[in-house]
């Protein structure tokens, strides 16, 4: 592997999801099912009893659907040095979900189960019951449609890009390929610059070079001969890296 670095500007190129794979639907209606419940609850909760069955049901939904999260994107693997230890600071860091009102209802549920307080009001509850309904429906694509690959486009006439896939078993890799311009690659370091552990840079010339000898023609005519192709891996820094995950959650 080469070290090199590669300019953050790609962070302005438009990021597309090029493939996925479905989800476990058992897993995905659950919290669902849980949510259901509730909702049925609330309409005729009046007593404290019936108030905490709502709590702790939506409590239900919420921590099915955070497992569930957690299983498919291992947070605890991405290789963030400033990334909170929580599930849902993890979610809020990268900027999938607001925690506040997750967190307000983890702590009302404690207080319920765990120091026997009086639970909300039935008009709160209800407030709960329509939030735990968009947090469910706001992170149903990330469960349903699991982003393996996306791609990075940009440059004159989209003539550069880079495919960018995540490797999550065994600990977050993510590799990527494309073609690049010179001036966005430096084999020396740049600090504000991604860091790259490279497998593959080779030119357009020297390309293009090898397709004639070995076919008499090559498929790359109208790139520029000083344009390259990259694959490897990144690996830092990590504010580089957030940006391009927060980017890839809200694309998936």
Same mark, same amino acid.
């Given at each position: 592997?080469? +070290?090199? &670095?590669?300019?953050?500007?790609?962070?302005?190129?438009?990021?597309?999801?090029?493939? &996925?794979?479905?989800?476990?639907?058992?897993?995905?209606?659950?919290?669902?099912?849980?949510?259901?419940?509730?909702?049925l609850?609330?309409?005729?909760?009046?007593?404290?009893?019936?108030?905490?069955?709502?709590?702790?049901?939506?409590?239900?939904?919420?921590?099915?659907?955070?497992?569930?999260?957690?299983?498919?994107?291992?947070?605890?693997?991405? +290789?963030?040095?400033?990334? +909170?230890?929580?599930?849902?600071?993890?979610?809020?860091?990268?900027?999938?979900?607001?925690?506040?009102?997750?967190?307000?209802?983890? $702590?009302?549920?404690?207080?319920?189960?765990?120091?026997?307080? $009086?639970?909300?009001?039935?008009?709160?509850?209800?407030?709960?019951?329509?939030?735990?309904?968009?947090?469910?429906?706001?992170t149903?694509? /990330?469960?349903?449609?699991?982003?393996?690959?996306? $791609?990075l486009?940009?440059?004159?006439?989209?003539?550069?890009?880079?495919?960018?896939?995540? *490797?999550?078993?065994?600990?977050?890799?993510?590799?990527? &390929?494309g073609?690049?311009?010179p001036?966005?690659?430096?084999?020396?370091?740049?600090?504000?610059?991604?860091?790259?552990?490279?497998?593959?840079?080779?030119?357009?010339?020297?390309?293009?070079?090898?397709?004639? /000898?070995?076919?008499?023609?090559?498929?790359?005519?109208? *790139?520029?001969?000083?344009?390259?192709?990259?694959?490897? *891996?990144?690996?830092?820094?990590?504010?580089?890296?957030?940006?391009?995950?927060?980017?890839?959650?809200?694309?998936?």
């Amino acid at each position: 592997m080469t +070290p090199a &670095w590669l300019n953050p500007s790609i962070l302005e190129w438009e990021l597309n999801i090029s493939s &996925w794979h479905s989800g476990n639907e058992d897993q995905v209606r659950r919290p669902y099912q849980h949510w259901h419940h509730a909702n049925l609850l609330v309409e005729s909760a009046t007593s404290e009893f019936e108030r905490t069955d709502v709590v702790t049901t939506l409590k239900r939904a919420v921590d099915s659907r955070l497992r569930h999260l957690n299983d498919v994107y291992r947070f605890k693997a991405i +290789p963030l040095a400033d990334k +909170p230890d929580g599930i849902v600071e993890t979610l809020g860091y990268f900027g999938i979900i607001r925690p506040m009102l997750i967190s307000e209802l983890l $702590e009302v549920r404690n207080r319920v189960e765990h120091q026997d307080m $009086e639970p909300p009001s039935q008009p709160r509850c209800r407030e709960l019951v329509e939030f735990v309904w968009y947090f469910v429906r706001s992170t149903d694509l /990330l469960v349903r449609q699991v982003a393996d690959d996306f $791609e990075l486009g940009g440059g004159p006439d989209d003539a550069y890009g880079l495919t960018v896939t995540i *490797r999550k078993d065994g600990g977050w890799v993510l590799e990527l &390929w494309g073609w690049l311009p010179p001036d966005l690659l430096s084999d020396v370091e740049r600090p504000s610059w991604f860091r790259l552990d490279l497998q593959r840079s080779e030119t357009a010339q020297h390309i293009k070079a090898q397709q004639r /000898l070995a076919h008499g023609e090559t498929y790359h005519e109208t *790139r520029s001969d000083e344009d390259v192709l990259v694959e490897g *891996r990144i690996l830092g820094p990590g504010v580089l890296i957030r940006t391009l995950l927060t980017r890839y959650f809200e694309g998936a």
